[in-house]
């Protein structure tokens, strides 16, 4: 939709529009940066010396504080790729934000693509709540496998940030239902008419 065409609508659909339109520059803006420092922050767990980061960098996992470079490359590497899955599901959430607003720029609201927009951004929440939840004991073991066995690390925690990803994956879910029974007796209201 054109600006021009955004400014023939009611006012209340153009606030839509306007605030649709910058959230989606934003998240853009956002997945851009994300992207320069994941790919920084995935490159530095391999080659500890890299210069953005200096190979003096700790990774705090639990109550574990490790220097990169003093850990196992076969250590690094996990971290790399448990840092790749958990940057990846951080990203489908994000970019499952940026297509719920260009369906909101579009005034697409009950729509099919924006009933699964919402359903997607609730499986993308609960998805990296789960992800979360699951990381803290693997990560802090992980970050001991160079310890001896007896002093290996196991912690299991659960903070604010995932339990409040779940309530909003369940509530985007939730939402995404509602809205599609809402479509479809709308649809039918429109037949019977």
């Known amino acids: 939709m054109t600006e021009h065409g955004a400014d023939s609508r009611p006012k209340r659909l153009r606030y839509i529009y306007y605030c649709a339109t910058v959230m989606k520059w934003v998240m853009n803006l956002f997945v851009a940066v ?19 980061f ?3 960098e700790t990774i ?12 196992q490359f076969n250590q690094r590497a996990a971290f790399t790729v448990w840092f790749v899955v958990s940057a990846s599901l951080q990203l489908g959430l994000i ?7 260009c369906q909101f720029q579009k005034s697409e609201f009950f729509v099919q693509r924006t009933l699964q927009a919402v359903i997607a951004l609730g499986v993308w929440f609960i998805s990296v709540a789960v992800f979360e939840i699951a990381s803290d004991p693997l990560t802090t073991l992980l970050a001991s496998l160079d310890y001896p066995q007896e002093q290996w690390v196991l912690d299991i925690a659960l903070d604010g940030t995932e339990v409040i990803f779940m309530i909003l994956g369940a509530f985007m879910l939730l939402f995404g239902w509602i809205l599609r029974e809402a479509a479809v007796l709308a649809e039918e209201n429109r037949q019977i008419i």
């Open 95 to 101: 970019l499952s934000l940026r297509r719920l607003f």
């Open 60 to 71: 705090t996992v639990g109550s574990t504080d490790r220097v990169i470079a003093d850990l």
């Open 54 to 56: 200096g190979g003096e």
């Open 34 to 52: 994300f992207l320069v420092l994941a790919v920084n922050i995935a490159v530095s767990f391999l080659v500890p010396g890299y210069v953005p």
